[in-house]
């Protein structure tokens, strides 16, 4: 059994999942992904693009990491070794910075995961996430464009979304259009929809161990709260395949059944760390933020969800929705400095989700 060790503690994937691992036939990603093949990832420095880059360059791919984070990324760099890793610095929302870097190395596979991830701070710099989240796709696209030979660019989405109920998941919606646009103009990209990625950083899991270790209890901020979650291991293996099939569907998510509710996760972690002798207890609050959703899905009513066979666990995810704008509006609205206020509601509508009422 796979584990993931968080603040020094070692647990299992499957004690916290509750399910068994999803676990792909890997020679497939040897033969497609290895072997001296150019592979450019963006958000290389977080916690899912280090796993990632590990996972390519062991496979023997020549592998560019792409962040703007110098110190992460320069940690990746030794830890990974300068002969099977080239980092470089460099902001995906600045096409001066990231077009340059995509023509040089001419990637012939590019995983695109910089983003803005946390729900409650993107609620408060609605422009900054837009920047990375919804230009930064536009960026990552339009340098592909101008790469021969490109054979797959794969966005990592988030389930998020599919509703687009925060500004994460808002402009996360938005890069998804801009991707499935892409593809059928002839691109071939590819989107990577994961749910919440047990063992990566900032996840819930990060704060329930920490607070045990502080012999805190682990709070759950609603009794009906219910996640979808994924290992670190699933996340990076399910982005190595959507590579395998770039044409078969827009987008590509796990299948994980059910979702589970957020007091079963919480009392799966105490399990686990009592078990290691580590105690720990769960209390309920009714604080939900504003931001946050009770409940999130991985597709929508109007998506059309194929399982196939010959790949177990996987759902294949084919849409008609496409972007409400020009991506040429988008930029000006930047450009222009539209209030944030007037920004989100215009965000709302690119995605095309509903304003909210205002209050009387």
């Known amino acids: 059994m796979r584990s993931v060790t968080v603040h020094g503690v070692a647990l299992g994937c499957e004690e916290l999942l509750g399910r068994p691992?999803?676990?792909?036939?890997?020679?497939?990603?040897?033969?497609?992904?290895?072997?001296?093949?150019?592979?450019?990832?963006?958000?290389?420095?977080?916690?899912?693009?280090?796993?990632l880059v590990r996972d390519l360059a062991g496979l023997g791919a020549r592998v560019v990491a792409v962040d703007v984070d110098e110190e992460r990324l320069y940690r990746l760099s030794r830890a990974v070794g300068s002969g099977r890793c080239t980092c470089v610095l460099a902001d995906v929302a600045d096409p001066d910075q990231l077009g340059p870097v995509i023509r040089a190395h001419s990637p012939q596979v590019v995983f695109h995961l910089a983003a803005k991830k946390h729900v409650l701070f993107a609620e408060s710099a609605v422009r900054l996430t837009v920047l990375t989240n919804v230009v930064g796709a536009l960026n990552v696209l339009a340098a592909c464009r101008q790469v021969e030979g490109l054979e797959a660019v794969a966005l990592a989405s988030t389930d998020k979304a599919v509703a687009g109920r925060n500004v994460?998941?808002?402009?996360?919606?938005i890069a998804e259009l801009l991707f499935f646009?892409?593809?059928?103009?002839?691109?071939p990209a590819a989107v990577v929809r994961l749910c919440n990625v047990v063992g990566s950083s900032s996840n819930v899991l990060e704060t329930y161990v920490r607070r045990a270790l502080r012999g805190e209890p682990l709070e759950v901020y609603s009794a009906d709260l219910t996640r979808y979650f994924c290992s670190l291991h699933e996340a990076v293996d399910l982005l190595k395949s959507a590579c395998l099939g770039v044409s078969r569907s827009a987008a590509?998510?796990?299948d994980v059944g059910?979702?589970?509710?957020?007091?079963?996760?919480?009392?799966?972690?105490?399990?686990?760390?009592?078990?290691?002798?580590?105690?720990?207890?769960?209390?309920v609050l009714e604080k939900l933020?504003?931001?946050?959703?009770?409940?999130?899905?991985?597709?929508?009513?109007t998506e059309e969800v194929v399982r196939p066979a010959s790949v177990p666990g996987v759902a294949r995810i084919d849409t008609q929705d496409r972007l409400a704008v020009e991506p040429g509006e988008i930029l000006r609205s930047l450009r222009d400095g539209v209030p944030e206020p007037e920004l989100l509601d215009r965000v709302r509508e690119w995605a095309g989700v509903p304003r909210q009422p205002t209050a009387a």
């Open 258 to 283: 059910p979702p589970m509710p957020m007091v079963e996760f919480a009392s799966r972690v105490a399990g686990a760390l009592e078990a290691r002798g580590h105690p720990a207890s769960t209390v």
């Open 181 to 187: 646009s892409a593809r059928e103009s002839g691109l």
């Open 21 to 51: 691992e999803w676990v792909p036939a890997r020679r497939a990603f040897a033969e497609t992904l290895g072997g001296g093949k150019r592979l450019l990832v963006t958000g290389a420095a977080g916690s899912i693009g280090q796993a």
């Open 289 to 301: 933020d504003g931001a946050e959703a009770r409940h999130e899905e991985l597709w929508s009513s």
């Open 168 to 173: 994460m998941g808002l402009t996360k919606r």
């Open 252 to 254: 590509t998510t796990l």
